[in-house]
């Protein structure tokens, strides 16, 4: 029975600890501060802008210069900065104000000393630090664990892809060492499936998977235009102009029909067919119609987000929100400015405002608008 109680207090205790402060970035006469989700403004509007928070700080600028505050609108070290990004995985990139990037924890310490001209935040352990142009591998203490290279992408799912600057793409594993050379003419993330999609460096072009160790076990064969990635067990790929999806062994799963397909998101994808577009199941099996007017040309990455999924309708020039059963839940009246609009794991998804495109707020699932005071655009 004690045992019980002290898992009870320590499950208390953690999610006090972890649980995220319930503040919305909210615009109010083009100044951002933060509301509840009743709209009372906890922290008043006086920056800039502002971003969710995150590891319990948001970042937000002021005069073009960079700060993260905490719940109580306290600003970290009592200090602006040249830029910053928010906080992930514990540190946050900085640039100071002699044009130099390191790295501070959420008490303030600087355990990455401000040394690098360029710089990003962590993901899975590692984040991307160097020179002008160039670029390597560095840990949570600052040790460099990879070669120097041009450019090199994020770590996902235990890879990250570099390049020498020649349009020639391979993979470094976390110890920072190539599990392949630069063999390839364009490349995409690894998967959780253990996959990665690779284009050729021949004349065709043609696409194919590696595996982890760097071996080609899908032969290359599909004409993608876009680089495909593994989602759900699936990878939409193309075949004579027309798309299906293959299964991690490369055999089809469903067969080429449609004009475009994206992955696999909360088990559903959205496939085009005639400049219409609507969603299928993993069994092939369409469960919202393909009745929404658009194209390829005009948005080639709807999916599903936290239950909901952006349509971009091209003769209203639009976005709205429907759910998984095809109903519409956030009308269409945002604009499409080039960019898919998701919602986070926050549920609030940032928008242009529908009364002046130049300006974007954030809403939440149910379509409630954190913003005020936006002027209409200037007749010309």
Request: glycine share 10%; aromatic share 18%; proline share 5%.
């Amino acid at each position: 029975m004690r045992l019980f109680y002290l898992f009870i207090l320590l499950l208390i205790v953690s999610t006090k600890v972890f649980a995220q402060p319930n503040l919305i970035p909210y615009q109010k006469n083009l100044k951002w501060g933060f509301c509840n989700s009743k709209k009372q403004i906890i922290i008043p509007a006086e920056f800039d802008d502002a971003f969710p928070f995150t590891e319990g700080f948001a970042l937000v600028t002021k005069d073009k210069k960079y700060g993260l505050i905490d719940e109580d609108g306290k600003i970290l070290n009592e200090t602006w900065y040249d830029y910053a990004e928010s906080f992930s995985e514990g540190l946050a990139v900085i640039k100071n104000n002699k044009g130099f990037y390191g790295y501070i924890d959420r008490k303030g310490y600087n355990p990455i000393p401000f040394q690098f001209l360029n710089a990003s935040s962590f993901h899975e352990g590692f984040a991307q630090a160097g020179d002008e142009g160039s670029m390597f591998v560095i840990d949570y203490k600052g040790n460099k664990i990879s070669f120097i290279y041009n450019f090199i992408t994020s770590y996902c799912n235990g890879f990250a892809a570099y390049s020498s600057g020649k349009d020639e793409w391979g993979f470094l594993d976390r110890s920072g060492q190539p599990i392949t050379n630069e063999n390839y003419y364009e490349v995409g993330n690894f998967s959780k499936e253990g996959l990665a999609a690779v284009r050729s460096i021949d004349f065709d072009q043609k696409i194919g998977f590696i595996d982890t160790t760097g071996k080609l076990v899908i032969p290359f064969q599909f004409e993608n235009d876009r680089i495909p990635y593994f989602s759900e067990g699936m990878a939409p790929v193309s075949i004579n102009g027309l798309y299906g999806f293959i299964n991690t062994n490369g055999d089809w799963v469903i067969r080429p029909y449609y004009s475009y397909a994206v992955g696999f998101y909360e088990g559903l994808t959205c496939v085009f067919l005639n400049e219409k577009c609507g969603f299928i199941d993993k069994k092939g099996k369409v469960v919202i119609p393909i009745q929404y007017n658009s194209s390829v040309e005009s948005d080639f990455n709807f999916y599903f987000s936290n239950g909901l999924a952006g349509i971009y309708d091209p003769e209203k020039e639009k976005i709205g929100f429907i759910n998984k059963k095809g109903k519409t839940v956030i009308p269409f009246k945002y604009n499409y400015l080039g960019s898919y609009i998701r919602f986070g794991k926050d549920g609030l998804a940032k928008v242009p405002t529908p009364e002046n495109y130049l300006y974007s707020g954030f809403i939440n699932k149910k379509g409630k608008q954190y913003w005020e005071g936006i002027p209409a655009p200037k007749k010309k």
